[in-house]
């Protein structure tokens, strides 16, 4: 079948060497190939480095070409072909890390708020929680008093006001629990005619008191009890669910409910000593990773960034900020200053943003760790980062 | 589905049609004017020099009549304190950022008299908020008589140099004489007498012509004053029809494939080069809305004020299109017609950058074909590619490291 001397990778094909694997993997087909035997692998990696998409099949066991063939990698190039392909199989970030350490102001500023996907302010001194368990729940509890919830306003005020900086902001989230604190936020967003996206997200007891205040705007409400969405489903019209759940029994019978009712609403689990769910349901096996109609791209910015957490902001009552609710916060924002608080997530130890598998121990060896998903706050909770049954 | 390969290329305009209906809105414009890097005087069109290629001279006839005119100082105050109003009510974003005040010609150092009182005023007027970095472009001439006041101020200068005496040629005095032997020699003298402001204060700028090429030039600076130029090529847009001859034959065709164009070929051909980590969560830019043209969103980079009065968003574009006006009483800049009249123009453009071979590695500015307020073929439409891009798949053939290399070292920031 393969006679020809060369094989030339399309230029979506992900490919990575690593412990003396090559893997060749097709986002698009769902197809992979990998290769252990030592020589092979030294070849190929060697033929790529000269030439980037196309590897020389001399000295190669014919069954590794074909194979390749088979699974629809790439093709076959006849010798006197120009040899040299440019693949996408890199990432380059031209205002990466380093160029923004030493960036002039001039500059920083406007990367710096480009990066940002969401913020989240929430009414509650969560970070302050060292159970990261208990923090599932804290933040639809209402424990932020006055003097708290109008330097949360201010810094609100102060957000909005560099708002038309934000290009890529998709949502301002805003979990509230307490009347004092909605009225106060609601009435400084009206008055300065926010044009992005604001959610407020409401614990269910606080959503179902006040309900009819919440009409015409974006609403998510958070339910951790099976029982008071049942007893309150015509309430929910004009708002999205978020049902947190710790038994699949609840997560089936919910679903059925919700799905007859078409009721608006997202799934989340949380940890409660319950592991098996997890292990049964959320953990991935190498079918889940290797999937098709991925972009390469995708696969490759998982080796770069947590896409997860990057571009989000956490913010609680006591001014505490970090990028995950359950990592630890990164500081305290004092004096409001954009370019400061903006760069120290890019740059703490703290941040998640840059948390990816290739750096966290037993994923780091893995050879799937950039086609898996990134790490996400369950990995916390679990205490473990490989929620996959390929590496145990 | 894979990308079908077609000779040889990751991509052909076939597989990949770029969509280029994307539009201006005027919040965007008035945004890029209150953050822009820097304000511009235009102080004079008189000049000491006459060179053949000047986009000014008679080659070219889309930046108006010259009349010699000089910048009247109450234009530049009343832009500068409307700028100054814009920034204030813009976001934090701008304080602490530095504004570049920038001093165009002609030849600017004719008229240190008013440089100085723009500086002056400046420095009385405006609040320490800003950090004001003086710049200007000069033909280096005047240079000896004012370096005193330059270091003192700490200018960035650009000065015009297109190599050694005969590459430099073009360059020519009023007379018709050569102006190199007087340049070299002031830059000699700044080079000796001020050292510290020469390596840190002072860049060169060459056109490059049939007289020079890059690579000539850039080994005479560095070896002659340490310092590599930023190299442009004769302005394209507004050429003499009767004049086009004498035009083909003063550009350099032979010029090689710039890192630039080669990075830039590597960008858009694969989906590997990103300017920010959020794009990563975006499809590929051939897969988003477009901007028609290479164009910047006007007054983002600078805003340039002409001897008469006329604002334009770059000293490069021509009066074709009226962007506004600053007179002794005020700066008019209507941003919702400015929006209309440049997406009308955009819209027309739309067909002609889909249609294009070089779309993807554009460098045109949609004002650079604008004639008497219409828009006209691009002189860079093709609809043939192959050539350019299998040049550039040779050089990456030629050298196997230079892909790579271009990936992990250029930057073009």
Redesign the interface.
Known sequence: MSCEKYF?F???VYLKKINGFVLAF?P?TGNIVEVKDSNTVDRISNSL????SVISTLDIDKAVIDSMLKC?LG?TLKEG????????????????LN?LKEA????L???L???I?EINLIFSNFYSEKSIHKRQKIYLESNCNKHNAIRLRNLLE?LI??E??LV?LVSLNLYVSDMHSFKLIKEMVDKEKVRIKVVFHLPLHFYILHYGEFKKMSVVVHIFELKMLIDHLDCFTNAELNLHFSDFNNYTEATLILDELRINYVMTPYVFSNERLFQQHVFVDKEDIVTVGR???EI??NG??N?ND??KIFIDSDLNYGTNLYSKPIGTIDQFN?NEFLLSCFESEYST?FLTRNKVDVCCNCKYNEMCPPISGYEYLLDRYNLCNILK | ???K?NN????SNEEIKLDFSGRFFP?QIK?GLE?T?AINFELTEKCNLKCDYCAYGNMYNNYGIRHERDLDLSLAFNLLDYMHGIMNIS???NK???VYIGFYGGEPTLKMDKIKEIVNYIESNWSNQY?VIFSMTTNGLLLKQNITYFNQKEFELLISIDGNKENNSYRKLKSGGDSYLALYNNLKFVQKYYPLYFDTHINFNSVIHDKNNPTEVTDFLLREFGKKPSCSPLSQSGVEECLSEKFKKMQNNNADISKHDLYKF?RN?????????????Y??WTKRRLIPTAMCIPFSRRIHLCADGTILPCEKIGKELSFGKVDKESVKINFVELTNTINLLLSKAESMCTNCSNNMKCNKCLFQFVKDGQLKLCPDFTTENDEYFNNV??L??KD?KL??TL??EY???
């Open positions: 030339c399309y230029s979506d097709n698009n480095d000269v030439f980037n629809n093709y072909h120009k040899l040299f392909i440019p693949n996408s199989n890199f990432l380059k970030i031209e205002y990466n160029i002039e102001v001039r500059i500023g406007s990367v708020t480009k990066n996907k102060q006001r560099i038309r900086h890529n972009e390469l791209k490759l910015s770069v960034i896409k990057f571009g954009v943003w | 589905m894979n990308l390969l040889q290329l990751p991509y919040e945004l953050n890097i976001s934090k974003l602490n950022k530095p950090a590597i051909s694969t989906d590997g080069i990103h300017k920010n980590y959020i794009d990563l969560f499809p590929h798949l040779r990456f053939s196997h892909f790579k990936v992990e930057n073009e920031l």
